[in-house]
């Protein structure tokens, strides 16, 4: 018992001790009563980003934007965004909604809520991803093939951007973020004005230009210092350096070209909604990639023509040196022959007698070494 009431003593001055130094009185209190106050907009803050990136993560919307006519575009989140599909407003107005196919719901939400064509999902999984634009019902489908966006460098990778265009919804879904993309979402950012989702979609294939614009210019600099190398006849690693950039420039100008014919057919049967002007604007970035694709062609080509003038100079060096080991290999023979025949050890040697004969034989060979090789030589420039 005694044990017991010491023990018993000890928790009780323990959970004193506890709550003398842990319990905040009223002088705390009036301590911390600013840092509190001043520490309540930051929690406030943190809160908001929180439920933004929660809000955002619903089903993988990555940004969201409604534009209303003669104003620039307004960010909204998924809930304005859910808000927007199942209350139309009356007024001109549409939306466009960048969505992340990584996100497990995102796929699922699309079909439950954008009533998208079935044509739609089927090209988020077919096999072929050649970059087009086609009209089914009363929408437009395209598949655009886009440079990956990398911050420290001008990547060359490619990935796919699937677009659904209706007259007052605007739909982009990737897998890895895209150069292009971003471009246009700084562009809304900035206050540029857009009436209509075909706008937003000729403004991307406009981007995109621009982007094959900057890997051309980059490209065509490191030609220029390769051509340069072999003008001067310094030749390193030029040759291989030339067949990683064709085969970047083959990859590029195969998945970003537009379809043939697939402007074409959609000038044709357009839809009813598309505007003269959005089909002009379409037009005209499509011709601008199809320039910056024939840029591309015109220097695969240069680069093709650079490797088969390297080719040639390296097979014509090959060239001189076997003929220069050939022609050391012809005039080293009569001095091998000599040599044979002189150490047979047998008699009737000539001027094995004569006491110069050995420099006899050596003034000889070396003459008829000299007056044939100045003649295999003098011919070399022919060849």
């Not at 969505?99 to 699309?110: I, P, T, V, Y």
């Not at 999902?121 to 089914?136: Q, Y």
């Amino acid at each position: 018992m005694a044990a017991g009431s010491g023990q018993l003593s000890a928790q009780t001055k323990h959970s004193a001790t506890s709550r003398h130094k842990y319990e905040i009185t009223p002088c705390h209190h009036a301590a911390f009563a600013s840092p509190l106050r001043a520490g309540r907009t930051w929690t406030a803050m943190n809160h908001s980003i929180a439920h933004h990136h929660q809000d955002s993560d619903l089903f993988g919307l990555l940004y969201g934007f409604r534009f209303r006519h003669g104003e620039s575009g307004q960010e909204i989140g998924s809930a304005a965004a859910l808000d927007y599909l199942q209350n139309p407003p009356d007024e001109e107005d549409f939306i466009w909604l960048h969505l992340n196919l990584s996100h497990a719901a995102c796929e699922r939400w699309m079909k439950t809520h954008l009533e998208l064509p079935e044509e739609f999902f089927e090209a988020l999984h077919e096999g072929s991803r050649s970059t087009r634009i086609e009209h089914v019902d009363a929408t437009l489908l395209a598949v655009v093939n886009d440079v990956v966006f990398d911050f420290n460098r001008l990547s060359t990778d490619i990935s796919t951007l699937w677009v659904c265009a209706r007259q007052r919804l605007l739909i982009t879904a990737r897998l890895q973020p895209l150069r292009s993309v971003d471009k246009l979402r700084s562009a809304v950012k900035r206050g540029e004005q857009f009436d209509s989702p075909l706008e937003l979609l000729a403004h991307l294939l406009s981007d995109q230009g621009e982007v094959l614009t900057q890997f051309l210019r980059k490209t065509s600099v490191n030609v220029d210092r390769i051509e340069d190398q072999l003008l001067s006849q310094r030749l390193s690693n030029n040759r291989s350096e030339l067949g990683a950039i064709r085969r970047v420039l083959v990859r590029l100008q195969r998945l970003l070209a537009l379809e043939p014919g697939s402007l074409m057919r959609l000038l044709h049967r357009p839809p009813q909604w598309l505007r003269e002007q959005d089909a002009q604007a379409l037009r005209q970035s499509v011709e601008e990639s199809s320039l910056v694709i024939n840029d591309l062609t015109a220097l695969g080509e240069r680069i093709k023509l650079l490797q088969e003038e390297i080719a040639a100079n390296l097979n014509e060096q090959s060239s001189r040196t076997l003929f220069t080991l050939t022609v050391v290999t012809v005039l080293a023979l009569p001095i091998n022959i000599v040599a044979g025949f002189f150490g047979m050890n047998v008699g009737g040697v000539p001027l094995s007698t004569d006491p110069e004969g050995f420099w006899i034989l050596v003034a000889l060979v070396a003459t008829f070494t000299l007056v044939a090789g100045r003649w295999a030589f003098r011919k070399r420039g022919d060849y």
